[in-house]
């Protein structure tokens, strides 16, 4: 089965610092990836996602992530964090031609002025 | 345009009622989708619908019945609420088994 395991439910930088929020899968095969932000009270929206092709994907607001098959591993970075970037971000995997999307606990990003 | 909406936003009700969530799309996509998410903000996936044909059904009591009138509408039935329903619905959907575009969520709160 698959799952979603993301590293720490809080992260705090500080505005322009680097902003590293991880994610594992853990799946037989080589899923789709996802990334999703949530403000709040607002639906989820689309950061970026992995399908096929190029392993760094870039996305929305200058964030980016790297999908690296040999750490199962999909991990979202942006270089310079901004106060808008304050949001739930979640990571989320579907079978390759599958369906069900699996999302991970998710985590809340918070930026210090 | 809204691209995926639900009504109501908010739905405050008493146990043991009954109540319904509508969930309409215009983006022509062919598949829908019924999320919960808890005060955790854990995200889990009740059901989906793919051409109005049910493909996902989670374990989820059988008092939340979706119903799909045609590709653009998926809605969600919940008899007798219970305390532990009060969560935030979401209705998303997807041009198959990619991305997916969510409406602004329901917020149910059962007293």
């Known amino acids: 089965a698959q799952s979603v395991t993301q590293l720490g439910s809080h992260v705090s930088v500080s505005e322009g610092a680097l902003v590293l929020l991880r994610c594992n899968y853990s799946s037989s095969v080589p899923p789709y990836l996802f990334w999703y932000v949530q403000y709040p009270n607002q639906g989820l929206q689309l950061l970026l996602k992995?399908?096929?092709?190029?392993?760094l994907v870039k996305g929305i607001n200058g964030f980016e992530a790297e999908f690296k098959k040999s750490e199962t591993s999909f991990h979202l970075t942006k270089p310079s964090a901004h106060m808008s970037d304050a949001a739930e971000y979640f990571c989320a995997v579907t079978p390759t031609g599958g369906f069900k999307t699996i999302f991970g606990a998710g985590t809340r990003l918070f930026v210090k002025a | 345009d809204t691209a995926v909406s639900q009504t109501p936003k908010y739905l405050v009700t008493q146990m043991g009622n009954d109540k319904s969530i509508k969930c309409e799309q215009n983006?022509?996509?062919?598949?829908m989708y019924w999320y919960k998410q808890d005060s955790k903000k854990f995200l889990k996936i009740m059901f989906s619908?793919?051409?109005?044909?049910?493909?996902i059904n989670e374990t989820v009591p059988n008092r939340f019945s979706p119903k799909s009138p045609d590709k653009a509408h998926l809605n969600l039935h919940i008899n007798s609420l219970e305390l532990g329903d009060s969560a935030v619905y979401f209705c998303a959907s997807s041009p198959g088994a990619h991305t997916q575009y969510f409406g602004p969520g329901t917020r149910l709160t059962v007293l």
């Open positions: 992995y399908t096929t092709g190029a392993t």
């Open positions: 619908y793919n051409n109005k044909e049910l493909i």
């Open positions: 983006l022509g996509h062919d598949t």
